[in-house]
């Protein structure tokens, strides 16, 4: 009896482990957790937990849960197998794999330390091996982007061991043309830019008499040559090219790619129809009747292939044969951090099909082709102008919104589904419904925590789809051919609809073979196409999302006539559709991946290059494509486009609200900007994506900042050093805002002059908004007064004569008006700031404007208007995906207890039990001095005394003597902590604010009864 083989592991193409008995062990469906297996394997060594969360789960609020959720997966995977095992502690994780066989050891072992050495059979058994693919194929995971850096860079290094085994067989062989000419040909396919590669090609030819393949193939080099380095071919491809004679019939066939018309007819394939899925049928019907039971919200989930875009096809044609409309987009995972992606696709959808004046001009932000943006909005505007749209949809008919492959949505689409969800249901005629694959939408923390919550409140219904019965089969093979045996099929696909399809035009080709997946049946019908159509399709699936034909004649520079004859024949074997307007995009995401899949490492990286060259061409500084140029140009590893294009990124997308994303594009371009030479270009670079980033974090929540002062002092200072007034001003400016935050009054302080001095060498603009910002974040940290006014004076000098606008002055001569006691002016200095705020797109000013703009409302005893300034505040946070408003929570406790609401005192604790979580101690100091004052005014001696004596404590920690002196004054009159000259000695400072002394002189003429009640109203 033959001993049964060792398993083996497959790192080179798609990751499959291979039991003992031959067969493929089915893997975890999360990209994540396969990603994690195979970086445990291809390190062979154990890692600490830390590691792998930071490499995997850098986002989600739990990472070890996620961490120890995928090892339970793999578990599950390699337990019980023989020769592998995971091994965990709670520090370290590995993996044990005994006398696996390993395909990516196996070729090291075979080359060993020199490559040039190793025996020819040793070379072409390494140079089998790698004809599996690329490493850890279709793991790649751009938003992790620790990960991605480690995959890409083993990639590249096995990509150089491939092509040096290829080379090296090449050479050896030239006693054997025919067979070096095989390797020579695949040594040109692997990398098109191999001048030796290519001149090997057409020696070999010359060699085998084939003179004009020879011609043909020199011309193609020159070409590629040219384009790609912009070089003429080097003198050993002209020497080989010396031994030719061009004809013209060769020069004419290079010239131009074979034309589809030469093509073998291909029948065309038909659509299939909608069959079996009772169970699912009856539930859609349910639905589409709008029974008083539908759901808002649909998911339909199951494996790559299984049918849900079928199901969800079928929905949008019941509702559209009922009268109503469908629009329907997918996510693409090529842009899963395009800021609303898709959602701009289905908006573009509905447009295309009823166009109509008057658009919201919010709209502007997610459709640059509008060519109008509001002038100053918040993300509720824009949600609502969104929702606005659909809401005029469905006066008119029921609609519904299709959203496919939701499992690659970004966080601001996901936002996005979650608003409209609760804010329009399916009783008012729009259904929601989406597709996501099984087991990768958890990897999306954002998608899959709006179902999660859309489920609880029983607005989502589930339609989890399994594989087909023997009889569905039978009934979708018999579209195809009656003749075909159904049962052998179905028993090959395992009743997965696309698999069946793909075997079922196999069989009907002649090329199945026993034992393949489903995509080597689609490699297999690729693999007869002519040069030019398999070179559009590979074009199109490197630029991984719909596509236009302009799209692919920019940048793969296909001839026009020949490109859509490529299109139409593709379209005709049912390898590409029409998605609307001149768009197409793959049958299937199988389809795309199986023909990116086929290319080089090398040859990706052209491609994606010539991609993002043609995007920055014809983007120049537009952020809202920047996210399709920074993929293209991290795939071609071209870090300086890379940061430029992750820049323009998050800067669009925090003028979206999308400060997710946002701090995402800002982490991937410092990424990129540190592997750039050193010079200002990339010390710009760096300090302008660390704001996107200290931005992108900031938020209403009073949540940590990133640790970033370190790396923002470090880039400040080398900006000064290099003379760049303009980056060292914002680099002082990002450190006050850090240390403010922080509440580091001194650091603050520090940091805020610095800004204003190195902003003083700079343009007009810099100078008086950093001038102006000075004085702000000194009157908000009160100290320095004196300096705050001349500042203002001085900023104003500048921007005044030009008629320069700043959100930064009016905020200052708003907080210097109300430290001055003139509150009306403040508010109107401020609101103004705010309009100035919202016009820039600058979320933290917005709500820090908003913020004082409800203090004062506060302070003026106006509660009404504070109520809708916290409403204001509340909602915007929302918008922001920051629930956490303690402060927010804090203002609206004191106006119930000003109006005497009889919840009140519970309101308060629970808001100040937050604040004080959050550590937020100047707001805390404030929200306590305020609570004082209402009991002390409502005869409430004890909880005055207590909040007042809390308030002078964290005021007296925060040097905020303002503050200091209102808690002294609220607790001088029960004396508890002032005497009568303590009071006098504070009174006489000269950095109080109006407020502060007004509270002095309160409580000195204030009369008090013998528990220290008070007959009077205090100013606080």
């Known amino acids: 009896m033959k001993d049964p083989s060792p398993p083996g592991i497959r790192l080179l193409g798609e990751l499959q482990l291979v039991g003992c008995d031959g067969r493929a062990v089915a893997l975890p469906a999360s990209r994540k957790t396969r990603a994690l297996l195979g970086y445990l394997i291809a390190t062979g060594q154990p890692h600490r937990r830390e590691r792998l969360c930071d ?81 850890l194929d279709g793991l790649d995971l751009p938003l992790c ?56 090609v057409v020696r070999l030819l010359v060699r085998e008499g084939r003179n004009k393949e020879a011609l043909g193939h020199y011309e193609h080099a020159s070409r590629v040559l040219e384009a790609e380095l912009g070089v003429r071919p ?159 949809v469905v006066s008119m008919r029921p609609a519904a919104v299709i959203l496919d492959d939701l499992q690659w949505a970004d966080e601001g689409s996901s936002s996005l589904l979650h608003y ?109 196409l002519a040069e030019g159509m398999r070179e559009t399709l590979v074009w199109a699936a490197a630029h991984g999302r719909a ?30 559709r029409p998605v609307g307007g001149d768009a197409y995009d793959f049958t299937h995401d199988l389809v795309r991946q199986t023909a990116y899949r086929a290319l080089s490492q090398p040859r990706r990286k052209l491609l994606h290059r010539r991609i993002a060259r043609a995007l920055d061409a014809v983007i120049g500084r537009d952020g809202a494509f920047a996210a399709d140029m920074a993929h293209h140009a991290a795939l071609a590893e071209d870090d300086e486009m890379a940061a430029q294009a992750c820049r323009l990124a998050g800067e669009h997308a925090l003028r979206l609200f999308a400060n997710a994303e ?59 050093a290099l003379g760049l007034q303009t980056a060292a001003a914002t680099g002082h400016y990002l450190l006050s805002v850090l240390h403010q935050e922080a509440g580091d009054v001194q650091q603050a302080e520090t940091s805020t002059l610095r800004a204003a001095e190195a902003g003083r060498a700079a343009d007009d603009t810099t100078r008086a908004r950093q001038l102006a910002n000075t004085a702000r974040c000194l009157l908000e940290l009160e100290t320095e007064i004196g300096r705050s006014r001349a500042l203002i004076a001085e900023a104003s000098a500048i921007a005044v004569p030009i008629g320069l606008e700043l959100c930064e002055l009016y905020w200052a001569r708003g907080l210097l008006e109300r430290w001055d006691g003139n509150e009306d002016q403040a508010v109107s200095s401020l609101a103004r700031a705010l309009d100035l705020a919202r ?20 302070e003026r005893g106006r509660y009404a208007d504070m109520h809708a300034r916290c409403t204001e505040l509340e909602t915007v946070a929302a918008r922001l995906g920051d629930d956490e408003t303690p402060f927010v929570k804090t ?18 604790a629970s808001a100040l039990t937050r604040l004080r979580a959050v550590d937020d101690k100047s707001y805390l100091a404030y929200a306590l001095n305020g609570a004082a004052h209402l009991y002390r005014h409502a005869g409430r001696t004890r909880q005055a005394r207590l909040c007042a004596s809390e308030a002078l404590t964290v005021a007296s920690v925060m040097r905020r003597h303002s503050e200091i002196a209102i808690a002294r004054a609220l607790l001088a009159p029960a004396g508890e902590a002032a005497s009568a000259q303590d009071i006098e000695a504070t009174s006489g400072r000269d950095d109080l604010s109006a407020r502060a002394r007004a509270a002095l002189l309160a409580s000195q003429a204030r009369p008090h009864d013998s528990n220290g009640g008070s007959h009077a109203k205090p100013a606080g």
């Open 234 to 392: 080097s003198a050993e491809l002209e020497e080989v090219r010396q031994t030719l004679r061009p004809t013209a019939s060769a020069s004419v066939a290079a010239k131009r790619p074979v034309r589809a018309s030469g093509i073998p007819p291909v029948p065309r394939r038909p659509s299939s129809a909608f069959v079996g899925r009772e169970a699912e049928r009856a539930l859609i019907d349910q639905i589409v009747a709008m029974r008083a039971d539908r759901p808002d919200v649909v998911l339909v989930t199951g494996e790559p292939g299984i049918g849900k875009s079928r199901v969800l096809a079928h929905i949008g044609e019941r509702l559209t044969s009922a009268g109503g409309r469908a629009f329907a987009a997918r996510a693409y995972e090529a842009e899963a951090a395009r800021p609303y992606g898709v959602w701009i696709d289905v908006i573009r959808e509905i447009l295309r099909e009823s166009p109509r004046d008057g658009l919201p001009a919010d709209l502007g932000l997610l459709l640059p082709e509008m060519g109008t943006v509001a002038e100053a909005g918040d993300r509720t505007r824009l949600l609502d102008a969104v929702l606005g749209l659909l809401r005029q």
């Open 891 to 908: 203002l609206r406790a004191l106006a119930g207890l000003a109006t005497e609401e009889a919840s009140a005192d519970d309101a308060l």
């Open 662 to 720: 946002a701090a995402s594009f800002a982490e991937r371009g410092l990424r990129h900007a540190e592997r750039l030479a050193e010079g200002s270009a990339r010390l710009e670079l760096r300090i302008a994506m660390l704001k996107i980033r200290v931005l992108g974090a900031t938020g209403p929540g009073l949540r940590p900042l990133p640790p970033l002062a370190d790396t923002i002092a470090e880039a400040t200072s080398a900006a000064e």
């Open 420 to 528: 409209v969800a609760r804010h329009i249901n399916s009783a008012s005629g729009l259904l929601i419904v989406c597709a996501a694959r099984a087991g990768e939408i958890e990897d999306n923390s954002a998608a899959s925590r709006v179902l999660r919550s859309l489920a609880r409140d029983g607005r989502l219904r589930e339609i989890e789809l399994a594989a087909m019965s023997e009889a569905e089969t039978a009934q979708l093979i018999r579209q195809v051919d009656r003749s075909l045996d159904a049962a052998k099929i179905f028993a090959e696909s395992g009743g997965n609809p696309l698999f069946s399809l793909e075997l079922a035009h196999a069989h009907r080709r002649g090329d199945a073979g026993p034992g393949r997946t489903v995509e080597a049946v689609i490699a297999g019908q690729l693999a007869p």
């Open 145 to 200: 982007y620790r990960y991605q850096e480690w995959c890409m860079a083993e990639r590249e290094a096995v990509s150089r061991l491939h092509l040096a085994v290829l080379t090296s067989l090449v050479e050896r062989l030239q006693g054997h043309p025919a067979d070096a000419l095989a390797y020579a040909r695949a040594l040109t396919a692997a990398d098109p830019l191999s001048e030796s590669g290519h001149a090997a």
């Open 839 to 858: 016009r820039d797109k600058d979320r933290w000013r917005e709500y820090k404007c908003l913020t004082w703009l409800a203090m004062l409302e506060r």
């Open 55 to 135: 490499l995997l789960w850098d986002g989600p609020d739990d990472p070890r849960a996620e961490l120890r959720w995928s090892l339970s997966k793999i578990r599950a995977v390699l337990d019980d197998k023989e020769g592998m095992r995971l091994t965990a502690d709670r520090e370290r994780v590995g993996v044990e794999l005994g006398n696996t066989v390993i395909d990516i050891q196996r070729v090291r072992s075979l080359l060993g330390d020199d490559v040039s050495a190793a025996p020819i059979a040793a070379l072409k058994e390494a140079a089998s091996l790698f004809g599996g693919g690329e490493f």
């Open 547 to 576: 596509f236009t034909p302009d799209d692919l004649a920019r940048s793969a520079r296909l001839d026009d006539a020949d490109l859509l004859t490529a299109l139409g024949e593709l379209e005709r074997r049912g390898l590409i």
